[in-house]
C-alpha cells in the first residue's frame, strides 16, 4: 500500500468516549500533520511532527492528545468532545517540516453526538 | 483581512469550457504555491506546485503565480464532469517553521 492512510474512514462518538485516530504513511517523509476541515473553513493545522517531535502545536484544546510513536506512524486521541468538533480530520506528511508539497490522507469523518 | 481569500463557488461551467480558479494572499512572505483537488468525501490530493513567479503547465492545467499583484490562478482547458471537485489553493514561506495557509476552496461542477 502506497501514500498516506487513515483509519477509521468514518467514526461517530458520545462526548464522553476516548477514541483514537490513526494516521500510517508510506512515503518515507520525515514530518506528519493533523488538519480540521470544516465546513466553507479553511484547513486549519492542529499539529505537526517532524522526526517524531511535536514542532507546532496550534492552540488546540487538550481533548486533542497527538502521538508519533515513529516517522510513519501519527495518532489522534480524542476524549470529553464537543459536538462542535464534528469535522473531517486529515492527516497529511511531507518530507520536512517546510510544509512544501504536503501529501493528505483521505481523512476521518468525525461525529460528535 | 484573511490570509488567503478564496471564492468559494459553486462555480459551474459546461462540459469543454476553460475555467479559471482564483485566490489573493496578503503575506508577501509567501513563496510555496500549491493548488490541491478534493472529490467529495475525500481527502485534498496535490494537483500542481509552484515555487515563486510564473506559470508551469501539466497536461489539461496550468497554474500562473503574479508576485507582484499576490494572485494565483489554477487554469483548466477542456473541463470534463470528472473536474467536478472542490480546488484549494495553499500557500507557504520558506524555512523549517513555515506552514502552509489554505483557502477556503472553490466548488466546480462540470455539466454535459
Known amino acids: 500500500e502506497t501514500g498516506v492512510t487513515q483509519t477509521p474512514r468514518h467514526l461517530v462518538m458520545g462526548m464522553t468516549n476516548k477514541k483514537s485516530l490513526k494516521c500510517e504513511q508510506h512515503l518515507g517523509h520525515n514530518a506528519m500533520y493533523w488538519y480540521k476541515q470544516s465546513a466553507k473553513k479553511p484547513l486549519e493545522l492542529m499539529f505537526v511532527y517532524s522526526l517524531e517531535e511535536r514542532v507546532e502545536n496550534n492552540s488546540v484544546p487538550s481533548r486533542f492528545s497527538p502521538e508519533c510513536p515513529n516517522s510513519s506512524h501519527l495518532f489522534l486521541h480524542l476524549h470529553t468532545l464537543q459536538p462542535e468538533d464534528s469535522a473531517l480530520y486529515l492527516c497529511a506528511s511531507s518530507q520536512a517540516s517546510g510544509h512544501t508539497e504536503a501529501f493528505f490522507g483521505q481523512g476521518t469523518r468525525l461525529t460528535v453526538v | 483581512q484573511k490570509e488567503v481569500e478564496q471564492d468559494p463557488g459553486p462555480l459551474s461551467v459546461p462540459e469543454g469550457a476553460i475555467v479559471s480558479l482564483n485566490c489573493t494572499y496578503s503575506n508577501s512572505a509567501f513563496q510555496y504555491f500549491m493548488w490541491y483537488r478534493q472529490y467529495s468525501r475525500k481527502g485534498p490530493e496535490l494537483l500542481m506546485y509552484t515555487y515563486s513567479s510564473g506559470n508551469k503547465e501539466d497536461g489539461r492545467f496550468t497554474a500562473q503565480v503574479d508576485k507582484s499583484s499576490k494572485y494565483i490562478s489554477l487554469f483548466i482547458r477542456d473541463s470534463q464532469p470528472s473536474d467536478s471537485a472542490t480546488y484549494l489553493c495553499?500557500?507557504?514561506?520558506?524555512?523549517?517553521?513555515?506552514?502552509?495557509?489554505f483557502g477556503t476552496g472553490t466548488r466546480l461542477q462540470v455539466t454535459l
Open positions: 495553499a500557500m507557504g514561506g520558506s524555512g523549517t517553521a513555515s506552514k502552509l495557509t
